[in-house]
């Protein structure tokens, strides 16, 4: 299907219809007002982390970014490579725009925006990486400002790397931390 250079191959409909619907019915993703978070019912095992430095009015989409969106984007790559064998590709879900399969271990300039069709951070819309086997996936929201990563492969891999590029978690296993 693909050469051993691609890096992102657009989804065929049926394919990219099958996966949101996978998604979907695995995490009750719904869309939501801005004040109805987070959109998804957050799984265990499960990290959802703030990417605002400031938490706006529940009204208001605008936030200020706490996280540099090519840092993540860097991290994620690594974690990604670190979970997936060379020739495998992760299905990568953007809420009403075409869906790719992305193959980690192909991308050569993680830290360079233009690389990324669909980066990690959720500059506008939903962006979904998940596993083939849907057994590891993150969900970014852009209006509550977060990036929820399930699975204990992924969760591993993000918290090993993570050199505080994301700092405050918002909830475990979708309570917060006080809940938890």
Request: charged residues 25%; aromatic residues 14%.
């Amino acid at each position: 299907m693909t050469d051993g250079s691609v890096v992102w191959a657009r989804l065929s409909d049926s394919e990219h219809f099958r996966v949101w619907d996978d998604f979907v019915a695995l995490a009750s993703f719904r869309i939501v007002h801005p004040d109805g978070w987070p959109g998804i019912l957050e799984p265990s095992p499960s990290v959802t982390w703030d990417l605002a430095r400031e938490r706006p009015a529940p009204t208001d989409m605008s936030w200020h970014c706490a996280v540099e969106p090519d840092d993540l984007n860097v991290l994620f790559h690594d974690a990604f490579k670190a979970c997936v064998d060379r020739d495998e590709w992760l299905y990568v879900l953007d809420w009403r725009h075409p869906g790719y399969r992305f193959w980690p271990h192909r991308l050569t300039e993680p830290e360079n925006e233009a690389s990324w069709v669909v980066p990690v951070f959720p500059d506008g819309d939903y962006y979904i990486f998940l596993s083939q086997d849907l057994s590891f996936w993150t969900f970014g929201h852009p209006w509550e400002a977060s990036l929820c990563v399930h699975g204990d492969r992924l969760l591993e891999a993000v918290e090993t790397r993570n050199s505080g590029t994301l700092s405050r978690v918002l909830r475990r296993n979708g309570r917060e931390p006080r809940e938890a």
